[in-house]
T-cell receptor
Framework: GAGVSQSPSNKVTEKGKDVELRCDPI?????LYWYRQSLGQGLEFLIY????????KSGLPSDRFSAERTGGSVSTLTIQRTQQEDSAVYLC?????????????FGQGTRLTVV | GNSVTQMEGPVTLSEEAFLTINCTYT??????LFWYVQYPGEGLQLLLK?????DKGSNKGFEATYRKETTSFHLEKGSVQVSDSAVYFC??????????FGKGTMLLVSP
């Protein structure tokens, strides 16, 4: 597609439920990133995929969070047993390579509200 | 680890005023530096970047110079417009190829 696509754009869920957030990166982009944007907290790195390499999961806040990337394209971020502190905007980005000066393109984000 | 510190907002200016948003960083090695902008209701987009010391990134009238001696990458614009109202994020990319962001600075420009 023309840009990074994320779905759903908004998600309201009850505390304790599992949620799945989807990211469709730009076609041909080998690097994919997930970030979390909380009010007043900037952007928090969650996980990074690059090609067929093992993902960098160092930013995942707990074992309730996991992500996968199928076929080097679409990625799904799963949050199990959601908590109120998980409420945030979850942003996905992709870039053509993993070279440090390559521009990352962001999706519009999924706004998750846990009630 | 890597970190980015930028001035807190909101920054409120009148149209045609001069803008400076300060950004300093901590990183090992030689990171690349970026400014991203998030307009209301839109996703983040790259505004400008600099990949080595003394480089100046520029776009849409905005400029920032990579100052290694002061570990800074301040964003400037000589004459802001109402349409520049947005949240601006300073970021760096270091050895792990991930972007580390500051907390963002909201800019509000009034006519």
């Amino acid at each position: 597609g023309a840009g990074v696509s994320q779905s759903p754009s908004n998600k309201v869920t009850e505390k304790g439920k599992d949620v799945e957030l989807r990211c469709d990166p730009i076609s041909g982009h080998t690097a994919l990133y997930w970030y979390r944007q909380s009010l007043g907290q900037g952007l928090e790195f969650l996980i990074y995929f690059q090609g067929n390499s093992a993902p960098d999961k160092s930013g995942l806040p707990s074992d309730r969070f996991s992500a996968e990337r199928t076929g080097g394209s679409v990625s799904t971020l799963t949050i199990q047993r959601t908590q109120q502190e998980d409420s945030a905007v979850y942003l996905c980005a992709s870039s053509l390579t993993d070279r440090i000066y390559t521009e990352a393109f962001f999706g519009q984000g999924t706004r998750l509200t846990v009630v | 680890g890597n970190s980015v510190t930028q001035m807190e907002g909101p920054v409120t200016l009148s149209e045609e005023a001069f803008l400076t948003i300060n950004c300093t960083y901590t990183a090992t090695g030689y990171p690349s530096l970026f400014w991203y902008v998030q307009y209301p209701g839109e996703g983040l987009q790259l505004l400008l970047k600099a990949t080595k010391a003394d480089d100046k990134g520029s776009n849409k009238g905005f400029e920032a110079t990579y100052r290694k001696e002061t570990t800074s990458f301040h964003l400037e614009k000589g004459s802001v417009q109402v349409s520049d109202s947005a949240v601006y994020f300073c970021a760096l990319s270091g050895g792990y190829s991930t972007l580390t962001f500051g907390k963002g600075t909201m800019l509000l420009v009034s006519p």
